[in-house]
């Protein structure tokens, strides 16, 4: 699928990353009628694949061969999208608007699109690079977890993110003794508001997980070149025969500021997603953009809406159609049989307003800044999440009080505001 050495003819849109956003970039620029040429480079053998199973269905065994490709290779024939892959991109000449390719290919551009997406932040104590010791991001990544599974007895997952706490809870189901061990005080901090934390801390703790908070990870200890255990800053050592670190990834953005283009936090786009290179943009995890729905603060979001959104809003633009993007932020996590979903952004949130009841497992935390509507997150309750977003993208939402009412019929509520009663 690699084209030869050369500069490569015809120009058209080249897009660097074939994942989640990239090709989502090239199928809907070929719905918006592009007729030009589309080639994806991207560095992961094989076809296009979703990461969200990784952490679920795919360990869990439950996802057939070729389950995890976002498309078939005919797809790509038949829509006429060249899928340069395994290639990696190493570097951009925007004056002569050529990407230079791992394997000596240059191909020329008239449009790039960066989709290169982020990868895992490492562990950096001693014995963290022992075998043993794994992260979750890359199919590669999940096959080998999947194979270690089946001899793991005693697990220590670094991090209580979602990743941590989606591989930690399936671990668990399988009967292995697991500890999670968390700097901030509560799970999933950055993103959920205190009562949905204390949910799913004392959801995972009844099914048998176990938290260590405010501890820092300090070392890795080993067994003949092979992780045994895990030191924490408090002295504590727990004994582990696979060690899963999910702290947080950072952006793929050297490609960019080798570039001479301006990186914030990610690769640094304005609301039309342009860097400031008039035939370079970027979407995704890689890209940080300015959100009306953090008043105009630069964010970088790390999710399949935002980078499936972005790519539409992009290849809309690259056809002819400018728009600014302005979509909702949402976001799901399935947590043994907890599934949780999340919209808007409720970082800072002063007032947080649960509706529901926690003990029967089906309930909505509701985020309010000086109240305002900001976001909020439901557990196993689909239909709640799904009237949310079309709320916020009209500047609309229930009040604090409104959202506390039992006796309110929030549904009949948020149709009235939608239809403007
Ligand atoms: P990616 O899909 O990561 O694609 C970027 C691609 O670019 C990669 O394949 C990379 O190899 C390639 N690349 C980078 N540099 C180069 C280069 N120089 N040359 C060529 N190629 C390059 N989101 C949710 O909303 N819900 C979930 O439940 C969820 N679960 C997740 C579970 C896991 C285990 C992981 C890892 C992520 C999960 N996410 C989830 C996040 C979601 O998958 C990402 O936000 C999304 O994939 C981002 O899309 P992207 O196109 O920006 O990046």
Not at 141 to 164: N, S, Y
Not at 362 to 370: E, L, Q
Request: net charge neutral; glycine share 14%; hydrophobic share 45%.
């Amino acid at each position: 699928m690699v084209e030869g050495r050369g500069v490569s003819g015809g120009t058209g849109i080249v897009i660097l990353g074939a994942g989640q956003g990239g090709l989502q970039v090239a199928t809907s620029l070929r719905d918006d009628g592009y007729r030009g040429a589309i080639r994806l480079v991207g560095e992961e053998p094989g076809l296009p694949y979703q990461r969200p199973p990784l952490s679920k269905a795919y360990l869990a065994g439950k996802v057939h061969e070729g389950g995890l490709d976002l498309r078939t290779e005919d797809f790509f024939r038949e829509r006429e999208i060249e899928l340069l892959a395994p290639e990696r991109a190493l570097r951009i000449d925007r004056g002569t608007r050529t990407v230079g390719l791992a394997s000596g290919a240059v191909l020329s551009y008239d449009r790039l699109v960066l989709a290169t997406g982020s990868r895992n932040r490492l562990l950096t104590v001693p014995g963290a690079t022992l075998d043993g010791v794994f992260y979750l991001r890359l199919r590669t990544e999940a096959d080998l977890i999947r194979a270690r599974l089946a001899q793991a007895r005693r697990i220590v997952v670094v991090g209580a993110g979602f990743i941590g706490l989606e591989f930690a809870s399936l671990a668990a189901s399988l009967g292995i003794e697991v500890t999670v061990v968390e700097a901030a005080s509560r799970p999933m901090a950055r993103s959920l508001s205190v009562p949905m934390s204390d949910y799913f801390r004392q959801a995972h703790e009844a099914a048998g997980l176990r938290f260590l908070f405010e501890t820092a990870v300090t070392g890795v200890t080993g067994e003949g070149g092979r992780a045994s255990g895990v030191v924490t800053a408090d002295g504590a050592l727990l004994p582990a025969d696979l060690v899963l670190v999910g702290i947080g990834v950072v952006p793929n953005v050297e490609l960019a500021a080798e570039a001479g283009l301006a990186v914030e936090n990610g690769i640094r786009v304005d609301e039309y997603l342009a860097t400031g290179d008039e035939a370079i943009s970027a979407i995704g995890d890689c890209a940080s953009y300015p959100s009306a729905f953090a008043g105009g603060r630069r964010i970088r979001l790390e999710s399949v809406q935002n980078a499936v959104d972005q790519a539409r809003c992009l290849a809309a633009r690259l056809a002819g159609r400018p728009a600014a993007y302005d979509a909702v932020p949402w976001f799901w996590s399935d947590q043994g049989r907890m599934k949780l979903q999340i919209a808007g952004l409720t970082a800072g949130h002063d007032e947080a307003v649960p509706r529901g009841d926690p003990g029967r497992g089906a309930f909505s935390v509701f985020c309010y800044g000086g109240g305002r509507l900001l976001g909020g997150g439901t557990v196993n309750r689909p239909a709640a999440h799904n009237i949310a977003p079309r709320l916020m993208a009209r500047g609309l939402g229930v009040t604090p009080a409104e959202a506390a009412d039992l006796g309110l019929d929030l549904k009949a509520r948020a149709h009235a505001l939608l239809e403007g009663g």
